[in-house]
Structure formats: structure tokens, C-alpha cells
């Protein structure tokens, strides 16, 4: 029987021609010695060792997912489907024991990983062999296809210059407090400014090597006196501590360098990503840029990260960054957003999947993914871009739907704008 042609297109000329052979005598054995050859030069099919890191997830992959790929390939060419193998987290796991692999923190991390746009290292039998991508199928479960993973991002239709003005300066300080890297020396200063109300003063400037004695005994003084709210003790007792350490040092030099290093440091606030996500969905809000991806048409928002939503067939959970309605049509909005150029067919298509089957036959649901790339070319960065936004709305095959590999492959970008943020010059 000839290849099912939605994943034949997919194959490179040796791999396909190798399939095609295959379907057409029944012979396997130079696919199987194609899947020795790959296996034996993949490093994730090697035992893993216990002072690895990084692989632990990807060597329980590969290793769970090889054994089933022959019997996979075997039963596609005798029925003309696609080969499509299924992993549940019980079976990784018990190729995760066998390793000798330590526990995962949950199936959920686990599958994210691979059906998301996050787990890049495949090794080298799964592509070799043109298996490229997985989707959730089920609590616990996944497919492993050969549809292409990731979306084509790289041709907007247009392309537009944004003047970086429309999130308001107030946002990018409250984003850069919760959830940025507090300097050490602007805790310091911010305990310092407290204790001026009661007439204590203390400056920092260069740091001396009398520098760390100095702070560390002014704060003991304030602890011991009891001139701190309570709220700014534990910072208080945490600086005198480290300040007295420095002091401890034997030279001068070495001091004075210590103290300067320590008032460099950084303290990590909670969520210390920089939250790119949120910062994504907001240029997508205050830019009215999902208004204009629309032509025009007006949207309400109707809530943000919507968790734990079961797909009706699957009963797989999935998760949406944002949902909107659009005002006056039976039509909502889902954005997902992320705060790279890459998102994951798999992920996009998960959503589209639950949420078509959730709603009634008379709503109509589309996709929008929303991708932050803060680090844009040096082209763009030498003509003053900062960041760019691309929105993208999906294209999603209605004959296809409920079909795994069928799906991904037809997932495409229906209407991609790019937005490029531009710094504005210092005002004279």
C-alpha cells in the first residue's frame, strides 16, 4: 500500500524512499538496521549517569518512544495511515525507574515538555527515523507524530513600526519591583530612607574598607534599638549579616572589594522570568494590536490564564494565556502568549480542540498566538527596535479535526502581523 501522503510529504528523499520500499514489499530489515544505526550513535539511548544533567528528561523519552517505533511503522504501511505512536506518563515512567532516573516533579512537567515548544533536544534516532513532534491525547498520555513541531513564523504579512509609548512608564517600574532582581545596595537604601524619619543617617558612596563594619554596626544599632518596622527586620538582620561577614576579611583590599561586589549584588524577587508573557499581552492590550489583526472588529476581554479546562473527548487539561469575546458575533478570542518566536502547532491546536468542542456549534472559535521577541536582529536593533510582537491567527483544518498528524500538519498562520516597538529619542 503506497505512504499515506499527509507525513510522506514530510520525509526527506533517503527516508521516504527507504518507507515507500518498505510499504511496497513488506520488507522491514532495512528500516530496522536504519533504527539500529540511529540508536546505536544517540546519546540519549545511553545509560544515564547519576551526575548528568539536563537529560534526565529527554534519555527517558527517547528510550520509552524507540522500542514502539517498527511495530508503529509496520502497522502504518499495511493500513495507509500516519504512524502515530502513543506514550503514557506511566510507561516513561517506569523507563525513568529503570534508568535509575530520580523522580519527576509530575507527569504534567514531563509531557509539557515535549508537546510544548520548550524540549528542543530530540537526539538522533527519533528525527532520523521522522518523528518530530507530540501532542496530548489524553490525562497522562501523548501522540508522537511526524508532523513538522513548531510554527512558521519567519513570514509576516506585514510589518509595522510601533513607537514604544503605549505601555505607560508605571508599568515597566511596578513589572521591574515584582518581578525583576532587587539590587542589594537599593534594599539598603530603601531601609536607609525608612530610618531618616527618626533623623538616622547613613550614606553609601565608594565603599572604603571600613565600609562593611560601618554598615553592618549601624544596622545592629537599628535592630537592637528597635527602630525598623517589623515588616523590614528580616532584611535588615539578612544585610548586617552578610556585611559582617565582608568585615571579617583579612586585608583592606580585600574588603573594600568585597563590599563593592556585595552592593552589586542582585536579590532575586519572586518570578524572576521578567514575566515576558505578561508583557507580551500587554503591548497586545494598550496597542489595541488583536483590534487591528481583526480588521477593526471590537473585543471584550473576558479573563486571563484560564487553567485545568478538560478537553470533552480527551479529558486532557490545557491552559489559555487569555480569552476574549468579540462584541456583538457568537466568537471568542483565544491568545497565547509567549515571550519567544516559537510556539508549538501541538499546543495551539489543544486549544483550539477543547474549546470547539466546549462551545456550541454556532460559536466560533480562533486562535491567536502572541510572541514577544526582545532580542530582534542587529539590523533592527542598529534602526532603534527594542522588541517586536508578532500576532498570528490560525488556520486550523475543519477535516482534519480530531486527527492527530492530519491537524498539526495543516496548522498554519491565516493573518500574521508583525509589530516592530521602536525606542522614542530623549526629549530635549
Not at 120 to 143: E, H, R
Not at 173 to 199: H, M, N, Q, Y
Not at 302 to 321: A, T
Amino acid at each position: 500500500m503506497p505512504l499515506n501522503e499527509v507525513y510522506a510529504q514530510l520525509l526527506n528523499g533517503d527516508l521516504r524512499q527507504l518507507y515507500e520500499d518498505a510499504a511496497r514489499t513488506g520488507d522491514l530489515a532495512p528500516v530496522e538496521r536504519r533504527l539500529a544505526d540511529l540508536s546505536a550513535d544517540d546519546p540519549h539511548m545511553q545509560p544515564y549517569a547519576p551526575k548528568e544533567t539536563g537529560t534526565k528528561y529527554y534519555k527517558t523519552f527517547v528510550q520509552a518512544v524507540v522500542p514502539k517505533i517498527l511495530e508503529t511503522l509496520r502497522r502504518s504501511f499495511l493500513e495507509g495511515s500516519c504512524p502515530e505512536i502513543e506514550l503514557t506518563f506511566d510507561e516513561a515512567d517506569a523507563v525513568r525507574a529503570r534508568l535509575g532516573i530520580p523522580q519527576f516533579g509530575s507527569p504534567q512537567d514531563f509531557l509539557y515538555v515535549f508537546t510544548s515548544q520548550r524540549g528542543n533536544d530530540w537526539g538522533v534516532t527519533l528525527p532520523g527515523m521522522g518523528f518530530q513532534s507530540a501532542c496530548m491525547i489524553g490525562q497522562g498520555a501523548m501522540m508522537v507524530t511526524m508532523a513538522p513541531r513548531l510554527l512558521n513564523t519567519d513570514n509576516p504579512d506585514l510589518t509595522v513600526q510601533e513607537l514604544d509609548g503605549a505601555i505607560a512608564t508605571e508599568f515597566w517600574t511596578a513589572l521591574k519591583v515584582v518581578f525583576g532582581e532587587t539590587p542589594i545596595a537599593d534594599v539598603l537604601s530603601s531601609l536607609l530612607s525608612i530610618l531618616k524619619e527618626d533623623g538616622s543617617r547613613f550614606e553609601i558612596d565608594e565603599p572604603t574598607p571600613d565600609t562593611a563594619e560601618q554598615i553592618a554596626e549601624f544596622l545592629r544599632t537599628c535592630i537592637r534599638e528597635d527602630r525598623l518596622p517589623h515588616t523590614a527586620i528580616y532584611w535588615a538582620k539578612r544585610l548586617e549579616d552578610a556585611f559582617q561577614k565582608v568585615a571579617g576579611l583579612t586585608t583592606p583590599r580585600q574588603r573594600q572589594s568585597k563590599a563593592a561586589a556585595l552592593l552589586r549584588t542582585r536579590e532575586e524577587s519572586p518570578g524572576n522570568d521578567s514575566n515576558q508573557e505578561q508583557i507580551g499581552l500587554k503591548y497586545v492590550e494598550e496597542g489595541k494590536f488583536l483590534q487591528k489583526l481583526l480588521h477593526g472588529a471590537r473585543v471584550e476581554h473576558l479573563q486571563s490564564n484560564v487553567k485545568m479546562v478538560s478537553n470533552p473527548m480527551r479529558k486532557n487539561k490545557c491552559e489559555v494565556d487569555s480569552i476574549y469575546t468579540v462584541v456583538g458575533e457568537r466568537r471568542i478570542i483565544l491568545v497565547e502568549s509567549k515571550g519567544s518566536t516559537r510556539v508549538s502547532r501541538a499546543q495551539l491546536y489543544q486549544l483550539y480542540e477543547t474549546y470547539r468542542l466546549k462551545l456550541p456549534l454556532d460559536w466560533r472559535v480562533e486562535v491567536v498566538a502572541a510572541l514577544l521577541n526582545t532580542s530582534p536582529s542587529a539590523a533592527a536593533q542598529a534602526d532603534g527596535i527594542s522588541a517586536e510582537i508578532d500576532l498570528i491567527l490560525i488556520d486550523f483544518d475543519e477535516n482534519s479535526f480530531g486527527k492527530i498528524t492530519e491537524s498539526l500538519v495543516a496548522t498554519k498562520p491565516k493573518i500574521h502581523y508583525r509589530w516592530q516597538i521602536k525606542r522614542q529619542r530623549p526629549q530635549r
